[in-house]
């Protein structure tokens, strides 16, 4: 028995995607950004800027042939099927953090944040654009001797806490 600590992940979307601090930087639409004037060199710098965005938001609404239409027409084509939609895209990272400096305790926390907010303001920390949703436990699974019996518990265990923190 593992004990898992995880926050409401809706609940922080809906924070980071409704606070007044990021309103004058959200991305609501995909860009096309070009190196050169003949549009020959697309140039890439965040999510919104990259080909997958294109290729989601437009995806059932218009042909693949014509992914690489004006910004306005893409916002225009999903808004046509539900008014207002966007793309909310999770990011979301983990790195083994030491809790204490004695007995060499740790814990995985899982941090997110929305590709909505620009890269430039993500990365800074002041601006707080990423939450803690939780905590993955660390555990050794001592009482498991065969290692791809360990290996698969571990998998697992990561998978579950995965699930009960995005369910």
Not at 6 to 24: G, V
Not at 52 to 68: D, G
Not at 111 to 139: D, F
Request: a positive charge.
């Amino acid at each position: 028995v593992y004990n898992v600590f995880f926050r409401d992940a809706l609940k922080y979307i809906k924070a980071l995607f409704s606070s007044p601090k990021f309103q004058p930087y959200l991305v609501f639409t995909p860009e096309l950004h070009h190196v050169d004037k003949e549009k020959t060199i697309q140039l890439y710098y965040d999510i919104h800027i990259g080909n997958w965005w294109w290729a989601t938001q437009v995806s059932k609404l218009v042909k693949p042939i014509v992914l690489y239409l004006m910004a306005i027409c893409v916002q225009e084509a999903v808004e046509k099927k539900t008014l207002g939609a966007t793309i909310i895209l999770l990011i979301i990272s983990t790195d083994k953090t030491k809790l204490t400096l004695f007995h060499a305790k740790a814990a995985y926390p899982i941090y997110m944040t929305i590709s909505n907010i620009p890269k430039e303001i993500r990365k800074r920390p002041s601006m707080e654009a990423t939450v803690l949703l939780g905590y993955i436990p660390t555990t050794c699974l001592e009482h498991i001797t065969n290692k791809a019996s360990w290996h698969h518990a571990l998998a697992n265990l990561y998978h579950v806490c995965r699930c009960c923190v995005f369910k």
